[in-house]
């Protein structure tokens, strides 16, 4: 098994912020991206119908393509999942029937429930390390089905002030799917700052105050706010992509050591 520690099964991340506009997309997949780079083997998957992660990775929409189908039991997991051009790193993309299957979710008794069966059967494969699950900006069954799927939450939360409230949001709704038996075991991984601005006191007064509430969770690396990280999905590319010697790359790079060095893992330290 690659990597550095051996584990049982592969670890579900849910990379979750009810907010929009968090960089919560560029965070999976660049977080994806680097933690592939880093020899783990990582399942991206795209549970947004607007499918920007699948985009940012440089792929078009295709008809039947992503959990659409195992989710309502019409087809296997592991046969949407797609190679991508980064070693190690795999996909399964998202498209717009995604949001019709809210709908029919929500009418099933096991609604919260299926993701987390269809992830088991590529649990037990031995496929991968780890698996990033980009969730849709909302409170929705999808939202809900990742948060009750994944092992472990991280929260990408920008430097400003509002974004408290949407952090006490998400967390309040982790602990309701702990209380309500579906995932009682479901961590919060962690809480990675964005959109940081060091020239500002809001950054590092916002940082701060994450830090006294939740010292444990907190990264140290914050991302900052830089043109490169927009620009970058536009081209389809991964910021190490397109800036690879840029700051955000090296942040990304170094929240992924982080991320590691939380799960005991010795990361292969690569040049970006």
Known sequence: MNGWLHR????????????GGVGKTTTAVNLSAALAMRGQRTLLIDLDPQANASSGLGLDPQEDCSLY????GQSKLEDKIQETRIEN???????????????????MDNHLSRLQGVLDQVKRKDRFDFC???????????????LAAADEILIPLQC???????LAKIVHVIEQIRESGVNSGVLLEGILMTMFDGRTNLSK???EEVGNFF?????????PRTVRLGEAPSHGKTIFEHDP???GAMSYAGAADEFLSRHGIKAKRLAV
Do not use: H
């Open 160 to 166: 400003e002030w509002f974004g408290l409230e949407g």
């Open 132 to 146: 990033l699950l980009d969730t849709p900006p909302s409170l929705g069954v999808l939202m809900t089905s990742a």
């Open 69 to 72: 189908g195992p989710l309502l």
């Open 89 to 107: 790193l795999s996909v399964v993309p998202a498209e717009m029937d995604l949001a019709g299957v809210e709908i029919e979710l929500a009418r």
């Open 245 to 247: 010697q840029g700051g």
């Open 8 to 19: 049982d099964l592969m670890k579900v991340v849910a990379i979750a912020n009810q907010k």
């Open 215 to 223: 010292p444990e969770q907190l990264y140290d690396t914050v991302i």
């Open 205 to 207: 007064s916002v940082v």
